[in-house]
């Protein structure tokens, strides 16, 4: 188990939660907390006249899996459960597929569910968010009474699973509790009604009405349950923890690391301006900068993208390849010329849109879902051919334009392509069809071109389900306030605790407006930054930029990002969207003693200064303390600093970063 100097992070009360609250659906095929109604009679978990057997393999170390498998006699229905324990974390994970082995169409499937089952206990709330809906509202966190008799249900809007509802909750029970990850990149429902001693839990595709040809296969969620004894920090920490170890991708089997990106898209919108010529340019300058960014990015527009009036607009998509007229050669002179300046290629998609017009839409017109009066046609996912198709071009793409990073995107609702595309009796099967197709697309690009790793977008954060983060990180998890600093952090505060590798920038409206590109460079917008893959605007043909700051602060940043990517997280202040309130948080790696404080004092918060009590520090030890900024050192003990805490002075519009190490026994 991982420990943290000398004491269990994962202790045997967790690992005992576990296995009581989610380890017993494993323990045989009657008892996997899957239902449907099949043929109007409901099914729970594999029947025992369907012959369930099981088999069980140790995939790696720490991995144990169990598959369930049973058939119905009458029609040939097929049910396999793969089941995962982790004996590492204190995880379960199961998921389950229905397949028509017979040689007609099955009976209705109906309201299919992933999970479908009580979790035992004296339920205090649940501890839920609203996800991504392009507004400074998103991302808060909420928690709700969930006691005997209260219910709670959640849906996403639209098709996308966090498009104003999220698919990760933590039901609280008294000394500890569960989280749950419904990892569905589709229309997922999840519904929570307390009992008198319990939870019951369901969730799965919102709507299922269905019945299976021959050969075809359905598939629920993936569900994931973490169990946790304590407090809600330990919630958080072991998740981040799990994370990191068991679902962060790790391209060419290494940890991702910290990024830097830099980009200059032209003068056109988005990167309809961009050329093979000028990439080139902006790469020189920004190299002269003294900057040493290791992603080179290019977003929307690279393509040929010309409307009916023959003008640039990068949401004409459909035809996936290097425009001939800015890039003559492809993108290989910009990716070859990016490798020498030590950066890697990001290259934006967005497959499944297709414009009116374009190359797929032209000669493929079969591999469509439309709806009446939508321009928008959806690349259908769940046709094998299409797949194929498609992965094979953009890894043909991939590998003939050294493109090392794909971000794909995603900026429509599909919900009415799949849902109006679909007769009674195959209702749900457009979208069941097109996730799986999704998942495998993903799987094949990662499969066949090694290093690859990928940018999960979907008009900011909509599509960062579980099943989407174990093949990728959520780079640009919003499309709101890049450049809004108290809304930029309260986001921040969850995606640290859910999701903890994704992109921020150096923009700050408040000075310049809603600019794309830094105006001035301003130390208090890297305090607004911190992430893992930090993203500058900076302007490299301007000589009046202040380079040198600049390269301090995103040392700084980079600094602390390997930090907070290895850290456990501790907010030091409430949830907040407020210019007249302190923000600190705290990333803390007990292995080793090291972390960081750090404070920010928004534009209109009125306190001078402010104390924060650092947790996880040992009061036994000694800390050498360092801000970057000044210079300043200090030596102080673990146990003053637990009692007294660390007080930040700073003007309005500022913060500090306080790095510390433990030295040795106080």
């Known amino acids: 188990m991982p420990t943290t100097n000398g004491h269990t992070l994962t202790s045997a009360e967790d690992m005992r939660k576990a296995r009581e609250w989610a380890g017993r659906f494993l323990d045989g095929p009657g008892s996997v907390p899957i239902s449907f109604v099949y043929d109007g009679k409901l099914v729970r978990g594999i029947p025992a006249d369907w012959q369930p057997v099981s088999t069980r393999r140790r995939v790696d170390a720490n991995i144990v899996e169990t598959v369930f498998e049973g058939a119905d006699p009458a029609t040939g229905l097929r049910i396999r459960v793969e089941g995962v324990m982790y004996e590492d974390y204190p995880v379960v994970e199961w998921t389950a597929w229905l397949t028509n082995a017979g040689h007609g169409p099955t009976p209705i499937i109906s309201d299919l569910l992933g999970l479908d089952g009580v979790f035992g206990g004296a339920?205090?709330?649940?501890?839920?968010?609203?996800?991504?809906?392009?507004?400074?509202?998103?991302?808060t966190p909420q928690e709700s009474r969930l006691r005997p008799g209260d219910a709670l249900a959640f849906a996403p809007t639209g098709g996308r699973p966090c498009d104003g509802a999220f698919p990760f909750f933590r039901i609280l029970f008294e000394e500890g509790g569960l989280t749950l990850a419904v990892g569905w990149p589709g229309q997922w429902s999840a519904s929570f009604e307390g009992l008198a001693d319990g939870v019951q839990v369901r969730a799965g595709q919102e709507k299922t009405h269905l019945r299976l040809n021959p050969g075809e296969t359905v598939r629920t969620p993936r569900m994931t349950v973490l169990a946790w004894s304590g407090d809600a920090s330990r919630a958080v920490n072991l998740w981040r923890r799990w994370y990191f170890a068991h679902l962060l991708p790790r391209p060419n089997g290494q940890t991702l690391a910290p990024h830097l990106a830099w980009s200059g898209p032209g003068e056109g919108i988005e990167f309809t301006a961009a050329t093979e010529e000028n990439q080139i340019e902006y790469i020189d300058l920004a190299r002269q900068r003294g900057i040493a960014f290791d992603v080179w990015w290019i977003d929307a527009g690279w393509?040929?993208?010309?409307?009916?009036?023959?003008?640039?607009?990068?949401?004409?998509?459909?035809?996936?390849?290097?425009?001939?007229?800015?890039?003559?050669?492809?993108?290989?002179?910009?990716?070859?010329?990016?490798?020498?300046?030590g950066a890697d290629l990001l290259i934006w998609f967005e497959p499944e849109r297709v414009r009116p017009g374009t190359r797929l839409d032209v000669e493929r017109p079969e591999w469509l879902l439309r709806v009446e009066g939508a321009e928008n046609r959806l690349l259908n996912l769940g046709i094998p051919e299409c797949r194929q198709w498609l992965t094979d071009h953009v890894c043909g793409l991939i590998q003939e334009n050294g493109i090392k990073i794909y971000r794909q995107d995603f900026n429509f609702k599909p919900l009415d392509y799949w849902r109006l595309n679909e007769g009674p009796d195959r209702q749900g099967m457009n979208e069941n069809l097109h996730v799986q197709g999704y998942l495998q697309y993903w799987d094949d690009l990662l499969a066949r071109n090694p290093g690859l790793w990928l940018d999960s977008c979907a008009s900011g954060g909509r599509r960062n389900d579980l099943e989407t983060l174990r093949r990728s990180v959520p780079l640009h998890y919003t499309d709101h306030g890049y450049g809004d600093h108290a809304t930029k952090l309260a986001f921040q505060r969850s995606m640290h605790e859910w999701m903890p590798y994704f992109k921020e920038s150096d923009l700050s409206w408040d000075l310049d407006g809603k600019n794309r590109f830094v105006q001035r460079v301003d130390s208090f917008s890297y305090h607004c930054g911190l992430a893992a893959l930090f993203g500058t605007g900076l302007d490299v043909r301007r000589d009046d930029l202040d380079y040198g700051l600049a390269r301090t602060m995103l040392g700084i940043v980079m600094r602390a990002a390997g930090l907070l990517l290895r850290g456990d997280y501790h907010p030091l202040t409430p949830f907040h969207r407020s210019l007249e309130q302190w923000v600190a948080r705290q990333f803390d790696c007990p292995e080793d003693g090291s972390g960081f404080i750090q404070a920010i004092r928004l534009q209109q918060a009125p306190d001078e200064s402010a104390t924060f009590h650092p947790r996880g520090l040992r009061p036994d030890a000694a800390y050498r303390l360092e801000n970057p900024e000044t210079g300043e050192t200090r030596a102080v003990a673990g146990a003053v600093l637990i009692r007294d805490g660390l007080t930040f002075a700073l003007t309005r519009r500022s913060g500090a970063i306080w790095f510390y190490q433990e030295t040795h026994g106080a």
């Open 123 to 139: 339920s205090t709330g649940l501890y839920h968010c609203n996800g991504d809906f392009n507004s400074a509202d998103g991302y």
């Open 303 to 341: 393509y040929p993208c010309r409307d009916e009036n023959g003008v640039r607009k990068w949401p004409v998509t459909g035809s996936w390849e290097p425009d001939p007229e800015r890039f003559p050669n492809g993108l290989r002179p910009v990716s070859d010329h990016a490798a020498r300046n």
